[in-house]
């Protein structure tokens, strides 16, 4: 019945250029970067500016690979550099991997609470955490130079801001002001003097900030983090993930719930899902804490004769909707019943619930809220 | 949608209407924010001065109810400027003549005059619409549909897809954006009176035949009766019992005073929910379901996408998944049923529903979300519909629409009208949001959005308790002077039932061939409260959290 397109798109002549990574024969479309022609080739380049969202930046310096280009050896940020026709590239080398190893020592010479902590204070292990753990970068490579502002005192209930841990890498400003377009936070100052800063040096509550968690969500040393779920304490090894779908509007966006001993303790964007690690103020700090709420019916409830409900068990719930429904059917016919399904729902229990309606019941009277 | 949300963002003009993207959709917004950061225009046709229009190359704002007129003249001006596609029309179309003479009569000057706007403004828009076409996109939410000529109002976007093809391509489309999580997947499973699963009419010969051949039962022929009338005839004495899941009616549908009377004159309620919200406190009996995070299986998106949910944790107590509770249901009723999982369902629907073929619980796990129409396993989805033929298998019907006005105007005594919507951090009915900390330091409770100018002819302050009123109810809200509502445009919301039952007020007109409520506009009046400010603001605080709040109008991001 339905004769539809299946993904016809339109067809650009793409020009491919051939490049070696690593001695493997590659070849990369016209004008993609360096980056992704080595990560399409199988091969990992570490990054901690680079999100996807926004593009290159270039301004980390880890993502450095060493190219060959008409007999010319240099080593440059792959993120920014353009794929070229018969390239050559290498990585790692091992000045590569000294450089990058250095680069972390520096940047966390000026962590005063690395000493404290060796783990920075976000849920699991962040992607700062996890390249200091694969260059073995040293605590004290350098004397501590300097140690970053803590965070202005900000009392808003969702994001926490910890400046200790900022290596001014601006993902979140990039994502405040080009993705989501907020523009609640900004740089201030150059070098190593510059910070993340909310105009007039505001709480984030009188800022224009829509508290979608974003910033939290791209910030790769935990700098920024979601003050529901690190107030809980919770040691990041012990988090599980599970892949799911907010449950709020029809875009559908998808999560990631964390639980730790079988309770729901917060949530964080899917990345891998189609919007590609978005999230609103409500899929970020609205998500969960309903679903463990004190108020969430435990028990069937059967309506007493003085208005109020009692306890009751499965069996006797269930069968006193079948009796009355059986009742129903007998007297006044199938039609004197009507179902509601729910957009709130799984579409299995949907499509059970119609079938219910016109299989078990014997009517059409099905419906849904999508009018209201 | 017909189209996929990322595609908005390569998009080269888009048509917002009805949608407070930015509050009710954040996260489509986005898309739309990178279209007119890579050069789209965008043009917000829309009565309030939503944060959208901070992007809008032109906000148009149109009076409450005036969208027909305001997009007959667009297509007057595209059809009189020759800027149609006459290849489109001539090979996809049918009912251009027709069309073309019934819009003669809307001219940009005769529309401007009922729209309030001018025809400057309609004139620019059509000729914007028409240059980027096909990449033209139109997004619209429940600000068309919600009217009582919703159905028509769709229509008069419809003709504009036909008049300049923008069906049927990457980039374009008219798209509805869906409003909950899984409004579409509720259609998509057969939940409507009309439809059995994958949009197969209950009617049309040879349909019933292949369900009561699959589910071996022969099936009810006459089509059933709507939300909106499954009511009227609670009241009158013909429905006998209703089973409600998840769903709370008496606070989300419009005049709620007559949805509870209807739900109180059942003999039998059963409502299955995660709380005991409003609706499930009428119940007869109340059966504990399992939230979204204990639930397995799908949701389908408003672009069509099917995605996997999956448990993270147990239900509570006893609570039991809605397919757990409907299954053992089957089986009391006589009808046992062979499917044990979400998967054993989900694997019986695809094969009676051709759109979900192709779909399975395993192939989702592989490759995440999936669009339909997925004919079989081969089949990647699809991104766009009506590619080389539109999906009903007819060609597009222009559709000559007339202005029809709200079903209720602002009188003498009556004098406001009254609009309502969303708002970005509270949803609903506020069973979710209004459970998560922190959230009452957003939007605190419900507040009547006023035009400065208008608060200042009344003497109003900001936080002032007003009564607000309809011929079917009255309800007591704080002022929030602001220039998003236009003069004599008011808007709540309606996420604080505790307190502000909006839908007490709003309108009981629906549209007369889908049966939607007109939540989009009802006559009000306004006065200051005769409520003591005391009480009501103790109540108010009863449902805060403790600590310091500060004034809502002082912690509103995004507002002005």
Same mark, same amino acid.
């Given at each position: 019945?339905?004769?539809?397109?299946?993904?016809?798109?339109?067809?650009?002549?793409?020009?491919?250029?051939?490049?070696?990574?690593?001695?493997?024969?590659?070849?990369?479309?016209?004008?993609?970067?360096?980056?992704?022609?080595?990560?399409?080739?199988?091969?990992?380049?570490?990054?901690?500016?680079?999100?996807?969202?926004?593009?290159?930046?270039?301004?980390?310096?880890?993502?450095?690979?060493?190219?060959?280009?008409?007999?010319?050896?240099?080593?440059?940020?792959?993120?920014?550099?353009?794929?070229?026709?018969?390239?050559?590239?290498?990585?790692?080398?091992?000045?590569?991997?000294?450089?990058?190893?250095?680069?972390?020592?520096?940047?966390?010479? !000026?962590?005063?609470?690395?000493?404290?902590?060796?783990?920075?204070?976000?849920?699991?292990?962040?992607?700062?955490?996890?390249?200091?753990? !694969?260059?073995?970068?040293?605590?004290?490579?350098?004397?501590?130079?300097?140690?970053?502002?803590?965070?202005?005192?900000?009392?808003?209930?969702?994001?926490?801001?910890?400046?200790?841990?900022?290596?001014?890498?601006?993902?979140?400003?990039?994502?405040?002001?080009?993705?989501?377009?907020?523009?609640?936070?900004?740089?201030?100052?150059?070098?190593?003097?510059?910070?993340?800063?909310?105009?007039?040096?505001?709480?984030?509550?009188?800022?224009?900030?829509?508290?979608?968690?974003?910033?939290?969500?791209?910030?790769?040393?935990?700098?920024?983090?979601?003050?529901?779920?690190?107030?809980?304490?919770?040691?990041?090894?012990?988090?599980?993930?599970?892949?799911?779908?907010?449950?709020?509007?029809?875009?559908?966006?998808?999560?990631?719930?964390?639980?730790?001993?079988?309770?729901?303790?917060?949530?964080?964007?899917?990345?891998?899902?189609?919007?590609?690690?978005?999230?609103?103020?409500?899929?970020?700090?609205?998500?969960?804490?309903?679903?463990?709420? !004190?108020?969430?019916?435990?028990?069937?409830?059967?309506?007493?004769?003085?208005?109020?409900?009692?306890?009751?068990?499965?069996?006797?719930?269930?069968?006193?909707?079948?009796?009355?429904?059986?009742?129903?059917?007998?007297?006044?016919?199938?039609?004197?019943?009507?179902?509601?399904?729910?957009?709130?729902?799984?579409?299995?229990?949907?499509?059970?619930?119609?079938?219910?309606?016109?299989?078990?019941?014997?009517?059409?009277?099905?419906?849904?809220?999508?009018?209201? | 949608?017909?189209?996929?949300?990322?595609?908005?963002?390569?998009?080269?003009?888009?048509?917002?209407?009805?949608?407070?993207?930015?509050?009710?959709?954040?996260?489509?917004?986005?898309?739309?924010?990178?279209?007119?950061?890579?050069?789209?225009?965008?043009?917000?046709?829309?009565?309030?001065?939503?944060?959208?229009?901070?992007?809008?190359?032109?906000?148009?704002?149109?009076?409450?109810?005036?969208?027909?007129?305001?997009?007959?003249?667009?297509?007057?001006?595209?059809?009189?400027?020759?800027?149609?596609?006459?290849?489109?029309? @001539? %090979?996809?179309?049918?009912?251009?003549?027709?069309?073309?003479?019934?819009?003669?009569?809307?001219?940009?000057?005769?529309?401007?005059?009922?729209?309030?706007?001018?025809?400057?403004?309609?004139?620019?828009?059509?000729?914007?619409?028409?240059?980027?076409?096909?990449?033209?996109?139109?997004?619209?939410?429940?600000?068309?549909?919600?009217?009582?000529?919703?159905?028509?109002?769709?229509?008069?976007?419809?003709?504009?897809?036909?008049?300049?093809?923008?069906?049927?391509?990457?980039?374009?489309?008219?798209?509805?954006?869906?409003?909950?999580?899984?409004?579409?997947?509720?259609?998509?499973?057969?939940?409507?009176?009309?439809?059995?699963?994958?949009?197969?009419?209950?009617?049309?010969?040879?349909?019933?035949?292949?369900?009561?051949?699959?589910?071996?039962?022969?099936?009810?022929?006459?089509?059933?009766?709507?939300?909106?009338?499954?009511?009227?005839?609670?009241?009158?004495?013909?429905?006998?019992?209703? %089973?409600?899941?998840?769903?709370?009616?008496?606070?989300?549908?419009?005049?709620?005073?007559?949805?509870?009377?209807?739900?109180?004159?059942?003999?039998?309620?059963?409502?299955?929910?995660?709380?005991?919200?409003?609706?499930?406190?009428?119940?007869?009996?109340?059966?504990?379901?399992?939230?979204?995070?204990?639930?397995?299986?799908?949701?389908?998106?408003?672009?069509?996408?099917?995605?996997?949910?999956?448990?993270?944790?147990?239900?509570?107590?006893?609570?039991?998944?809605?397919?757990?509770?409907?299954?053992?249901?089957?089986?009391?009723?006589?009808?046992?049923?062979?499917?044990?999982?979400?998967?054993?369902?989900?694997?019986?629907?695809?094969?009676?529903?051709?759109?979900?073929?192709?779909?399975?619980?395993?192939?989702?796990?592989?490759?995440?979300?999936?669009?339909?129409?997925?004919?079989?396993?081969?089949?990647?989805?699809?991104?766009?519909?009506?590619?080389?033929?539109?999906?009903?298998?007819?060609?597009?019907?222009?559709?000559?629409?007339?202005?029809?006005?709200?079903?209720?105007?602002?009188?003498?005594?009556?004098?406001?009208?009254?609009?309502?919507?969303?708002?970005?951090?509270?949803?609903?009915?506020?069973?979710?949001?209004?459970?998560?900390?922190?959230?009452?330091?957003?939007?605190?409770?419900?507040?009547?959005?006023?035009?400065?100018?208008?608060?200042?002819?009344?003497?109003?302050?900001?936080?002032?308790?007003?009564?607000?009123?309809?011929?079917?109810?009255?309800?007591?809200?704080?002022?929030?002077?602001?220039?998003?509502?236009?003069?004599?445009?008011?808007?709540?919301?309606?996420?604080?039932?505790?307190?502000?039952?909006?839908?007490?007020?709003?309108?009981?007109? %629906?549209?007369?061939?889908?049966?939607?409520?007109?939540?989009?506009?009802?006559?009000? @009046?306004?006065?200051?409260?005769?409520?003591?400010?005391?009480?009501?603001?103790?109540?108010?605080?009863?449902?805060?959290?403790?600590?310091?709040?500060?004034?809502?109008?002082?912690?509103?991001?995004?507002?002005?």
């Amino acid at each position: 019945m339905t004769t539809v397109a299946t993904n016809p798109r339109p067809q650009t002549k793409t020009k491919w250029l051939d490049m070696r990574i690593n001695g493997v024969t590659v070849q990369a479309a016209e004008g993609s970067r360096v980056l992704d022609a080595v990560n399409d080739a199988g091969f990992e380049v570490p990054t901690l500016c680079y999100d996807e969202r926004v593009g290159a930046q270039g301004t980390c310096r880890m993502c450095l690979v060493e190219v060959e280009v008409n007999g010319r050896t240099e080593q440059v940020a792959s993120c920014t550099a353009f794929a070229e026709d018969d390239m050559s590239v290498a990585t790692p080398t091992e000045e590569i991997t000294d450089y990058r190893k250095t680069l972390l020592e520096m940047l966390l010479s !000026e962590m005063a609470s690395m000493n404290a902590n060796p783990y920075s204070n976000k849920v699991g292990p962040t992607e700062f955490d996890r390249a200091v753990e !694969e260059y073995e970068a040293r605590q004290d490579a350098f004397p501590q130079l300097r140690v970053r502002e803590k965070a202005s005192h900000d009392t808003n209930p969702f994001i926490q801001r910890d400046y200790d841990y900022c290596i001014a890498c601006y993902r979140c400003t990039n994502i405040c002001n080009d993705w989501e377009q907020a523009g609640a936070i900004t740089v201030d100052g150059r070098g190593q003097d510059s910070s993340i800063f909310t105009f007039f040096d505001n709480e984030l509550m009188d800022s224009p900030c829509t508290f979608c968690g974003q910033c939290i969500n791209t910030c790769p040393t935990g700098a920024l983090t979601d003050r529901k779920v690190v107030s809980q304490d919770i040691v990041a090894q012990n988090v599980d993930h599970t892949q799911t779908v907010c449950p709020y509007c029809g875009v559908g966006c998808g999560i990631e719930l964390l639980t730790h001993d079988g309770e729901i303790i917060g949530a964080e964007p899917d990345f891998s899902a189609p919007s590609r690690g978005s999230l609103c103020v409500k899929g970020q700090f609205a998500s969960w804490e309903f679903v463990r709420s !004190e108020e969430r019916l435990r028990h069937p409830l059967i309506k007493q004769s003085d208005g109020t409900f009692r306890q009751a068990s499965w069996d006797e719930a269930l069968d006193l909707v079948t009796s009355k429904f059986k009742g129903a059917i007998a007297t006044e016919g199938p039609d004197s019943i009507v179902c509601w399904a729910s957009a709130r729902v799984v579409t299995e229990a949907n499509y059970l619930m119609q079938k219910f309606a016109r299989v078990a019941i014997g009517t059409n009277n099905i419906d849904n809220c999508s009018r209201t | 949608m017909s189209n996929s949300i990322e595609e908005l963002a390569g998009s080269d003009f888009l048509l917002v209407t009805g949608s407070n993207t930015t509050e009710a959709h954040p996260v489509i917004s986005l898309r739309m924010k990178r279209a007119v950061k890579n050069g789209a225009k965008l043009v917000v046709v829309d009565p309030r001065k939503i944060e959208l229009t901070r992007w809008a190359t032109r906000h148009v704002q149109i009076r409450v109810g005036t969208d027909i007129p305001f997009f007959n003249a667009v297509a007057n001006v595209i059809i009189n400027e020759g800027l149609h596609d006459g290849e489109f029309i @001539k %090979y996809r179309t049918e009912g251009f003549d027709a069309f073309a003479r019934h819009v003669q009569m809307y001219t940009p000057e005769y529309s401007a005059e009922i729209c309030g706007v001018t025809p400057e403004e309609i004139i620019d828009t059509a000729r914007d619409f028409a240059a980027a076409a096909p990449k033209s996109a139109i997004c619209y939410t429940l600000g068309i549909t919600e009217h009582s000529c919703g159905s028509h109002n769709v229509q008069s976007l419809g003709n504009l897809g036909l008049l300049c093809g923008t069906l049927g391509v990457p980039n374009g489309g008219v798209n509805p954006l869906r409003g909950q999580n899984n409004v579409q997947g509720a259609g998509d499973a057969g939940c409507i009176p009309t439809d059995l699963p994958g949009y197969q009419k209950v009617e049309r010969p040879g349909i019933r035949d292949i369900f009561e051949k699959a589910w071996g039962e022969p099936l009810p022929r006459r089509r059933g009766i709507t939300k909106i009338t499954a009511m009227e005839q609670m009241i009158k004495g013909r429905v006998k019992a209703v %089973y409600v899941m998840g769903e709370n009616t008496v606070v989300s549908d419009p005049h709620a005073n007559h949805a509870e009377h209807a739900l109180k004159s059942v003999d039998f309620l059963v409502v299955q929910d995660i709380f005991l919200t409003e609706t499930a406190q009428l119940a007869d009996v109340v059966l504990p379901a399992a939230a979204f995070a204990e639930s397995d299986g799908t949701f389908a998106n408003s672009e069509r996408r099917v995605q996997r949910v999956r448990p993270a944790v147990s239900p509570p107590g006893e609570a039991k998944t809605d397919v757990e509770i409907l299954l053992s249901l089957f089986e009391r009723m006589g009808k046992p049923q062979t499917m044990e999982t979400s998967k054993d369902v989900f694997n019986e629907m695809r094969s009676v529903t051709p759109i979900y073929g192709g779909i399975s619980h395993e192939r989702l796990d592989r490759e995440g979300g999936i669009q339909w129409p997925c004919g079989d396993e081969d089949d990647p989805g699809t991104e766009y519909l009506h590619g080389d033929e539109f999906s009903t298998g007819f060609p597009g019907f222009f559709a000559p629409v007339d202005h029809i006005p709200p079903a209720e105007e602002p009188d003498d005594e009556f004098p406001w009208l009254l609009t309502t919507g969303r708002r970005r951090s509270t949803y609903h009915t506020g069973t979710q949001t209004g459970k998560a900390t922190g959230f009452q330091h957003l939007v605190p409770h419900e507040m009547l959005e006023i035009n400065p100018l208008d608060a200042a002819e009344m003497g109003l302050a900001d936080g002032d308790l007003l009564d607000v009123a309809s011929r079917r109810g009255k309800v007591t809200v704080s002022a929030r002077i602001t220039e998003r509502s236009p003069r004599g445009l008011v808007f709540m919301s309606f996420a604080f039932p505790e307190i502000t039952r909006t839908n007490d007020v709003t309108s009981d007109a %629906y549209d007369f061939i889908t049966e939607t409520p007109e939540f989009k506009a009802c006559a009000v @009046k306004i006065s200051k409260s005769e409520y003591q400010d005391e009480e009501f603001r103790r109540a108010q605080r009863r449902i805060r959290l403790a600590g310091e709040v500060k004034q809502p109008t002082e912690l509103m991001p995004g507002f002005d």
